[in-house]
């Protein structure tokens, strides 16, 4: 990419950019609480996989109606499958972490992607000041408290999911960063998107059999209907509003606003499934959105 182009998408965010992000979290939160309650009837991977196939299909009936050419020509190919097999890599390294730590654990060592974002970013031209460093921090700290973490009494075994989810958020991260810094950036989101879940299909499928995953029984409408949430509106739809802004707007601001989604899931476990709200919350939204405020003070 050009400095030119560079200095364009790295930008900070306005207020209707904001408002979209906000909008991605609350539904990247729920979506945990999707996960949860399908992965009962439906298998962890073999969800990842059919949700994959199942917006891969949306977006290229969309891609087709809006006569976008997702097999054109473009120099794209290698980013792309780069890309893809991030994508894939990823939600196998989530999955398969969470089996081994607790999903609080998991959820905050996930989170670290902005700082992994934020380092990386120094190479696509952003610089992040010590203020906006503090931010994130503190919107990190957030997130800890908000889920209840440190927790004692670890063992290896622990540990071990948490180092795997640190990994999938350095993932996460890569992903992000490859797309903003290649040709992936100059063609549309929906080619972008769909590189990803091509490329991740046969990964996470290779994955679940690996695993031995299998199904007990016929999915019930309340499992379906939960795994429809995830396929069209979380991977269909809102991943590919992500990466179109990962074109337009600072990298390591717009993943600042990401500590917001385990929040978000926080609360949807609490509306939806029972989950108890303690005050630590309180203390951890404000501490989050003091954060978000740091990192997104115009400089």
């Known amino acids: 990419m050009s400095t030119t182009m560079r200095a364009a998408s790295a930008r900070p965010l306005d207020a209707r ?11 990247w939160g729920l979506n945990q609480v999707a996960i949860k309650i399908a992965i009962a ?8 996989a059919i949700r994959s196939i199942g917006a891969l299909a949306i977006i ?39 089996v081994w730590t607790t999903a609080s654990r998991a959820v905050v060592f996930l989170y670290t992607t902005p700082f992994f974002v934020a380092l990386g970013a120094r190479w696509l031209g952003e610089r992040l ?20 973490v ?13 180092a795997m989810l640190i990994v999938a958020g350095a993932i996460w991260a890569l992903t992000t960063l490859v797309i903003k810094g290649s040709r992936l950036a100059t063609i549309s989101p929906e080619k972008s998107m769909a590189y990803q879940l091509a490329v991740s299909i046969p990964i996470l499928a290779v994955g679940a059999l690996l695993l031995g995953e299998s199904f007990t029984a ?8 939960w795994l429809a949430y995830q396929t069209i509106w979380v991977v269909g739809l809102t991943y590919a509003v992500w990466f179109a802004m990962i074109r337009h707007y600072s990298a390591s601001r717009l993943s600042s606003f990401t500590f917001l989604t385990p929040l978000f ?31 997104n003070r115009p400089r």
């Open 265 to 295: 899931g926080v609360a949807a476990g609490h509306i939806i499934l029972g989950d108890v709200i303690s005050w630590p919350f309180a203390a951890a939204a404000a501490l989050v959105v003091a954060g978000l405020v740091l990192v």
């Open 218 to 225: 016929p999915p019930s409408t309340a499992a379906l209907a």
């Open 60 to 98: 290229a009936l969309w891609a087709r109606l809006r006569g976008i050419a997702l097999f054109a020509r473009d120099g794209t190919l290698r980013a792309g499958l780069l890309a893809g097999v991030l994508f894939g890599l990823e939600f196998v390294f989530i999955y398969r972490g969470i």
């Open 17 to 27: 950019a904001a408002t979209i992000v906000v909008i991605l979290c609350a539904s």
């Open 150 to 162: 440190p927790q004692p009494a670890v063992d290896l075994r622990v540990i071990a999911g948490d």
């Open 41 to 48: 009837e439906i298998p962890p991977l073999t969800q990842a």
């Open 129 to 148: 000041t010590a203020l906006q460093w503090g931010g994130l921090a503190l919107s990190f700290a957030g997130v800890a408290v908000a889920i209840g």
